[in-house]
């Protein structure tokens, strides 16, 4: 039998009896009864499958799991739509201030000024950068923010006509959360296809739009990183039936200083924090997805609001009209402080000049690799360039298999498969983080991987096999999930 | 290619009329990849043509499995649920549901092998 | 760079963007500033807010303040954690992914479950989402809601519940603040989901075997809300007690008070809820050569797949808090959360007893008299919310005025005392709280 090797055990396989890896305060006051302290049949017998382990073990242990990883700051990570910009570490160093971190959320307001303060600063300044005034930064992420900006919707045609109406419109190139947080709204979707140069048709939206349509829901730039140029047509398409106009904002790194989405007639938009304003993405969250909006949709806002009055800064529950609450408490500080940190310490120049260096670097990438890949929509682009793995097909090569080989190359992979309506979509947004000299290595080992497809495609099909695991078998997984680990018997 | 003794549907499913067992085509599971799981009707449910009775998933995707003709469910392939890749190996050969159809002149509306040939062209 | 583009200038790259539209000014905000002035100018504000430092503080109410060892926020900022995506590429996300799995079986056996989700935004979206998955699983559109589940909670949950035309009912508590368990058969007729919160808003520890066993009965799924969960150190896990759904927020498991957020919510449930759970999973898969790893699983559940039929539109969660959690639970383990849990459970009863003492004499009395964790309603006190005022000037945030949410609770104050309370500044509530 061989030895199994600690380094792919898990905590629950290191475990020892007897170790422990925490310490408590001072025991200073008597002990409690617990007969009659705790309901007969409710006291907890043990925690049998919990690890016991030291410090040293714990910190070995999840050290090792964190090499595993690639992050930001291990290289470029040019995922489309996810906006993958550096994370200031003075960020982070801010959030753990004892003034920040230790702030119970339910001290009084007069004990919390400090906070209160930066919540409003930040909703100004977000105001100011859309040009959508009214904001509220309770939500949770940018699924969360768009819910509730399609609730505030809803809350605001009932309060206008007395009727919600039914539908919602999307573009079949929406992220999926688009449909689905409208489904969770109560509308139902209808579905506007792209027309061939990827943007929203304004004919198919005109014949769409009718009075039984409370809105349309679009991302712009789009998903396929194209500025909709039509766009004011179609605000005005949508306004003339008294539809309005949501904006998913996930592509705002394109826009920040150079349009604002309330001048080209969106009504009602979230903004991701861990997209276009630096806060990190933590392997899976946490997010914050703020929503701004018309002046308009002011009493619809989720309760509490951060308001100005003689006494301070404080927050108002006193709101008939608000949709009530999307969350407890007021919204993640920690993601909002930072996201303020990060326009504080770029100023109105610097935040501008983000945005143009995200899409110089993008349309660099699409001039660089347009002969290697098929550039599906092979024009001027915003801060994301598609390409599809057409060219490669002819080899047997996938999208997939390019991806994984980058891995090998030092990179990780584009946003891959999505949108839907490109066939194996390869969605690259580098963002301003990354230098030239970044972005040639990475089109280098793009060239590297094209030339690969043609001389050597079983390389690209093995890939990735320098990383700690090769391709998993996900049909296995799916099939017998196994969601959780338990003692093997015997 | 698609055997000739079964009806076909634009949904890419097939049904044999004479036990009416269905199942998804050939066409159908190479669209899905490596078929995971399956979400299928329970015995006696009643089910209209063109209407949603099930799904099959892959890892990546999920498809709806309609309603080839009205009916009620007769017998639901409980082995095939609990081994979806068959689908995979052997689509044709892999029913999942056995309809006791309400209305035979639902029948002519269906596809031959050779029109289903040509859809999937 | 331009050049190779094509274009003579970064404007034309802009030409797509209507003129009209384009901004022709900078934006109106407050210049540049350099590291250490950012610094300095964040620093003035958070000397701005109370915390521990200046200020005893008894405040929970979902939101809980307890030690998190050192080496939990080190490992945080390793960027690897932190400034990762989430694990969609597994072979370069194995670190993330082993860490979620880790997870996900500490909360299964934590909360007495045959599986655990990936984490949620926080508890009041946790509970929200399992009421809507018990509607899903019966095909009813009723929830019945114990009133002694946290107000931020209900709110949410009624939010969400307007959108989507589930009705909820609010079931009362008895005078000593457990759940009114008569009123709660007589609504759960033909409900989808009961909830109730384990121990509750007040600090009661209900008993979460009544709850199951009324829903049972009326053919609906119970799902018991857990805020406090160094509470289940010492309490018998609600799956363990026949719960079908657990919502749970880890907040109190190493997540920084943080004014509020970020969170970290979760659900954990029996098997047969499985492909009905919101949220992400790792599972266990094997690689080309054999070894075993993990990976993200039955993502056809999913807002990415199956869109607007999805189970719920949550895409980024709470990855990173629920690392700090995993490492919380691994570093107490096994002998440590029940001894944390008891440390907490004698230092509020201590605090109990003290404020009763001291202030017997000014009609200051414990509101409910019942099994209590770690918090308590402390009543007598004529106008709660004056009383944390007037306490706040000595130092003392003395707990949470409950008037807004219970006005009939107007004279009570919610007091939370954990092993970062000290028995000297107990002593001082108490005596501070007689008057």
Request: proline share 7%; glycine share 10%; net charge negative.
């Given at each position: 039998?061989?030895?199994?090797?600690?380094?792919?055990?898990?905590?629950?396989?290191?475990?020892?009896?007897?170790?422990?890896?925490?310490?408590?305060?001072?025991?200073?006051?008597?002990?409690?009864?617990?007969?009659?302290?705790?309901?007969?049949?409710?006291?907890?017998?043990?925690?049998?499958?919990?690890?016991?382990?030291?410090?040293?073990?714990?910190?070995?242990?999840?050290?090792?799991?964190?090499?595993?990883?690639?992050?930001?700051?291990?290289?470029?990570?040019?995922?489309?739509?996810?906006?993958m910009k550096y994370n200031p570490k003075v960020n982070e160093a801010a959030a753990r201030m004892r003034g920040f971190a230790e702030v119970h959320p339910l001290a009084p307001d007069e004990a919390a000024q400090g906070a209160l303060a930066i919540m409003h600063a930040l909703a100004g300044m977000l105001g100011e950068i859309t040009g959508l005034p009214t904001v509220s930064l309770q939500p949770a992420a940018g699924a969360h923010g768009e819910l509730t900006g399609m609730m505030m919707i809803r809350k605001r045609l009932i309060t206008?006509?007395?009727?919600?109406?039914?539908?919602v419109l999307i573009p079949d190139s929406a992220h999926g959360t688009n449909p689905s947080s409208a489904h969770l709204c109560g509308y139902q979707v209808r579905e506007i296809k792209s027309c061939a140069r990827g943007n929203l048709s304004v004919s198919v939206l005109a014949e769409a739009m009718t009075p039984e349509v409370a809105?349309?829901?679009?991302?712009?730039?789009?998903?396929?990183?194209?500025?909709?140029?039509?766009?004011?047509?179609?605000?005005?398409?949508?306004?003339?039936?008294?539809?309005?106009?949501?904006?998913?904002?996930?592509?705002?790194?394109?826009?920040?200083?150079?349009?604002?989405?309330?001048?080209?007639?969106?009504?009602?938009?979230?903004?991701?924090?861990?997209?276009?304003?630096?806060?990190?993405?933590?392997?899976?969250?946490?997010?914050?997805?703020?929503?701004?909006?018309?002046?308009?949709?002011?009493?619809?806002?989720?309760?509490?609001?951060?308001?100005?009055?003689?006494?301070?800064?404080?927050?108002?529950?006193?709101?008939?009209?608000?949709?009530?609450?999307?969350?407890?408490?007021?919204?993640?500080?920690?993601?909002?402080?930072?996201?303020?940190?990060?326009?504080?310490?770029?100023?109105?120049?610097?935040?501008?000049?983000?945005?143009?260096?995200?899409?110089?670097?993008?349309?660099y990438?699409?001039?660089?690799?347009?002969?290697?890949?098929?550039?599906?929509?092979?024009?001027?682009?915003?801060?994301?360039?598609?390409?599809?793995?057409?060219?490669?097909?002819?080899?047997?090569?996938?999208?997939?298999?390019?991806?994984?080989?980058?891995?090998?190359?030092?990179?990780?992979?584009?946003?891959?498969?999505?949108?839907?309506?490109?066939?194996?979509?390869?969605?690259?947004?580098?963002?301003?983080?990354?230098?030239?000299?970044?972005?040639?290595?990475?089109?280098?080992?793009?060239?590297?991987?094209?030339?690969?497809?043609?001389?050597?495609?079983?390389?690209?099909?093995?890939?990735?096999?320098?990383?700690?695991?090769?391709?998993?078998?996900?049909?296995?997984?799916?099939?017998?999930?196994?969601?959780?680990?338990?003692?093997?018997?015997? | 290619m698609y055997p000739q003794t079964y009806k076909y549907t634009n949904d890419h499913e097939w049904i044999d009329l004479a036990t009416g067992r269905m199942g998804v085509t050939d066409y159908a599971q190479k669209q899905l990849g490596d078929i995971v799981f399956l979400e299928l009707p329970e015995v006696g449910k009643t089910v209209k043509k063109g209407e949603q009775m099930g799904s099959v998933e892959s890892v990546k995707a999920v498809s709806e499995i309609f309603a080839p003709v009205s009916g009620t469910i007769a017998e639901v392939n409980a082995g095939l649920a609990e081994k979806p890749e068959s689908i995979n190996l052997d689509a044709h050969g892999s029913w999942m549901v056995a309809i006791t159809p309400a209305d035979p002149a639902e029948a002519q509306e269906l596809l031959d092998a050779a029109q289903y040939a040509e859809l999937t062209k | 760079m331009l050049e190779a583009i094509g274009v003579p200038s970064i404007d034309a790259l802009f030409e797509p963007v209507p003129a009209a539209v384009r901004l022709q000014r900078e934006l109106d905000l407050p210049p540049a500033l350099s590291e250490p002035d950012l610094t300095a100018h964040l620093g003035a504000l958070a000397g701005q807010n109370a915390d521990p430092s200046t200020h005893a503080v008894f405040l929970g109410a979902g939101a809980y303040r307890h030690f998190a060892p050192s080496f939990i926020d080190q490992l945080l900022l390793r960027s690897e954690f932190y400034t990762a995506y989430t694990p969609y590429q597994p072979e370069i996300a194995q670190g993330t992914l082993q860490a979620i799995f880790e997870f996900q079986t500490l909360v299964s056996e934590l909360m007495g479950t045959d599986l655990a989700n990936a984490s949620m935004y926080d508890g009041s979206t946790a509970m929200t989402e399992a009421a809507m998955m018990a509607c899903r699983l019966t095909k009813r559109d009723r929830i019945v809601v114990a009133r002694s589940v946290h107000p931020h909670y209900r709110e949410v949950l009624d939010t969400y519940a307007k959108n989507l035309g589930?009705?909820?009912?609010?079931?009362?508590?008895?005078?000593?603040?457990?759940?009114?368990?008569?009123?709660?058969?007589?609504?759960a007729k033909g409900a989808?989901?009961?909830?109730?919160?384990?121990?509750?808003?007040?600090?009661?520890?209900?008993?979460?075997?009544?709850?199951?066993?009324?829903?049972?009965?009326?053919?609906?799924?119970?799902?018991?809300?857990?805020?406090?969960?160094?509470?289940m150190g010492l309490l018998a896990p609600p799956g363990s007690l026949g719960v079908d759904i657990v919502a749970a927020e880890l907040q109190a498991f190493g997540v920084p008070l943080g004014y509020g957020g970020p969170y970290c919510g979760v659900i954990a449930a029996s098997e047969k809820c499985m492909r009905q759970m919101p949220g992400r999973f790792v599972g266990m898969a094997t690689d080309t050569e054999g070894r075993t790893g993990f990976v993200l699983t039955l993502a056809t559940r999913e807002q990415h797949i199956r869109r607007e039929k999805a189970t719920s539109n949550i895409c980024t969660n709470s990855g990173l808090m629920a690392l700090a959690a995993t490492m919380f639970m691994a570093a107490y383990g096994k002998e440590g959360l029940p001894e944390l849990a008891r440390l907490n459970?004698?230092?509020?009863?201590?605090?109990?007893?003290?404020?009763?003492?001291?202030?017997?004499?000014?009609?200051?009395?414990?509101?409910?008299?019942?099994?209590?964790?770690?918090?308590?309603?402390?009543g007598g006190l004529g106008d709660g919310a004056a009383v944390q005022k007037r306490l706040l000037g000595s130092g003392i945030i003395a707990g949470l005025p409950l008037e807004r949410y219970y006005p009939e609770l107007r004279d009570s104050l919610l007091v939370c005392v954990t092993e970062l309370n000290r028995a000297e500044e107990i002593d001082r509530l108490a005596e501070a709280l007689a008057g």
């Open positions: 039998m061989t030895t199994p090797d600690h380094r792919d055990q898990l905590i629950f396989e290191l475990s020892t009896p007897g170790r422990k890896g925490y310490s408590l305060p001072a025991h200073d006051v008597p002990p409690a009864p617990l007969e009659g302290g705790v309901p007969d049949g409710l006291l907890r017998s043990g925690l049998a499958g919990f690890p016991e382990m030291t410090e040293v073990g714990l910190v070995r242990h999840f050290t090792r799991l964190s090499t595993w990883n690639y992050g930001v700051d291990t290289g470029m990570y040019p995922l489309g739509s996810c906006t206008r006509d007395g009727h919600p109406r039914k539908l809105g349309l829901m679009l991302t712009n730039p789009n998903t396929l990183g194209m500025f909709e140029d039509e766009i004011c047509d179609t605000a005005r398409i949508v306004h003339e039936k008294g539809g309005l106009v949501y904006c998913d904002g996930a592509n705002m790194n394109a826009l920040i200083g150079k349009a604002r989405p309330g001048d080209f007639g969106v009504d009602i938009m979230h903004l991701n924090l861990h997209k276009t304003f630096s806060t990190p993405h933590g392997g899976g969250g946490p997010g914050s997805g703020p929503v701004v909006a018309t002046r308009e949709f002011e009493p619809f806002l989720p309760t509490p609001v951060v308001v100005a009055t003689r006494d301070g800064l404080r927050l108002d529950y006193d709101r008939p009209l608000s949709i009530g609450r999307v969350k407890a408490f007021h919204g993640n500080f920690g993601m909002i402080l930072r996201a303020y940190a990060y326009i504080r310490a770029l100023g109105p120049k610097g935040i501008r000049e983000s945005a143009e260096n995200a899409v110089l670097n993008a349309n990438v699409r001039a660089r690799l347009r002969d290697a890949y098929e550039v599906p929509y092979d024009r001027v682009n915003m801060h994301e360039v598609i390409f599809s793995d057409h060219k490669q097909n002819e080899y047997g090569v996938t999208t997939l298999d390019i991806a994984k080989r980058l891995i090998d190359l030092g990179f990780h992979p584009p946003t891959i498969y999505f949108p839907l309506i490109v066939h194996g979509a390869l969605m690259v947004e580098p963002t301003e983080s990354e230098g030239l000299d970044e972005l040639d290595r990475f089109v280098e080992a793009m060239l590297q991987i094209a030339e690969e497809a043609r001389t050597n495609p079983d390389l690209l099909k093995k890939a990735p096999v320098t990383t700690r695991r090769s391709r998993f078998d996900e049909a296995t997984a799916a099939r017998k999930p196994i969601l959780k680990w338990t003692r093997p018997v015997g | - | 589930l009705s909820i009912v609010e079931v009362g508590y008895l005078p000593d603040g457990t759940l009114d368990v008569g009123a709660l058969a007589d609504a989808a989901g009961v909830v109730f919160q384990y121990p509750n808003f007040f600090g009661v520890i209900e008993d979460p075997r009544k709850a199951v066993e009324v829903a049972r009965a009326a053919g609906a799924l119970s799902v018991a809300v857990v805020a406090e969960p160094v509470a459970f004698d230092k509020a009863h201590y605090a109990e007893a003290a404020i009763r003492k001291a202030g017997a004499k000014a009609g200051v009395t414990l509101r409910f008299v019942a099994p209590f964790f770690n918090e308590f309603v402390i």
